[in-house]
Antibody, heavy 127, light 112 residues
């Protein structure tokens, strides 16, 4: 059974760095094709994709936030970590980590379908 | 980025009736080499994360009731919930994964 859970601060001040940890079970980030993504959702708004990391350490970021995001994995701890630098009140959101559905089409791994999600962590950016 | 536009913003349907939610992408999400539409639907209930319902526009995720169905191709897609049940009250989002970053519609709130 796949489970994920986000942890980290729920209140951060503007200009600080936000560090969130996703701890998962039921799969391994050393297995070929496995990916874990981060998605955030501001209050009352649609989900907004942030970043993705693969088993082979390949990484992808939202172009609009690219310079502020870093995604890393700690395979020995079954964790994926997301850092967001220079936070602003507009970064207030519920942050989710999610397991990417493993599906392939001839010649490529398909990215962007998320079949298991953590419960989310609500982060507020305020002084 | 591909912009996803959903309609209507909200919808009220009687129990046992059919609900239809539309999603339009700003460019085609049909990949010609494999004839697949890179389009998913999610359901989100209050206080919960999104739940994957459908991907490839019409493939139901394991465990999703068959009253949920997806259709469409290219830029125009539909999520249909036949025989609406009380537990289907939620916000529904479409998502394209044709390009990175994947992008979501603004959601359709379904009420009884």
């Amino acid at each position: 059974q796949i489970t994920l859970k986000e942890s980290g601060p729920t209140l951060v001040k503007p200009t600080q760095t936000l560090t969130l940890t996703c701890t998962f079970s039921g799969f391994s980030l050393t297995s070929s094709g496995v990916g874990v993504g981060w998605i955030r959702q501001p209050p009352g708004q649609a989900p907004d994709w942030l970043a993705l990391i693969y088993w082979d350490d390949d990484k992808f970021y939202s172009p609009s936030l690219n310079k502020r995001l870093t995604i890393t994995k700690v395979t020995s701890r079954n964790q994926v970590i997301l850092t967001v630098t220079s936070v602003d009140p507009v970064d207030t959101a519920t942050y989710y980590c999610a397991h990417q559905l493993f599906t392939v089409v001839p010649g490529s791994l398909v990215s962007g379908i998320y079949d298991f999600w953590g419960p989310g962590i609500k982060v507020t950016v305020s002084s | 980025d591909i912009v996803m536009t959903q309609s209507p913003d909200s919808l009220a349907v009687s129990l046992g009736e059919r609900a239809t939610i539309n999603c339009k992408s700003s460019q085609s999400v049909l990949y010609s080499s494999n004839n697949k539409n890179y389009l998913a639907w999610y359901q989100q209930k209050p206080g919960q994360p999104p739940k994957l319902l459908i991907y490839w526009a019409s493939t139901r995720e394991s465990g999703v009731p068959d009253r949920f169905s997806g259709s469409g191709s290219g830029t125009d897609f539909t999520l249909t919930i036949s025989r609406l049940q009380a537990e289907d009250v939620a916000v529904y989002y479409c998502e394209q994964y044709y390009t990175t970053p994947p992008s979501f519609g603004r959601g359709t709130k379904l009420e009884i």
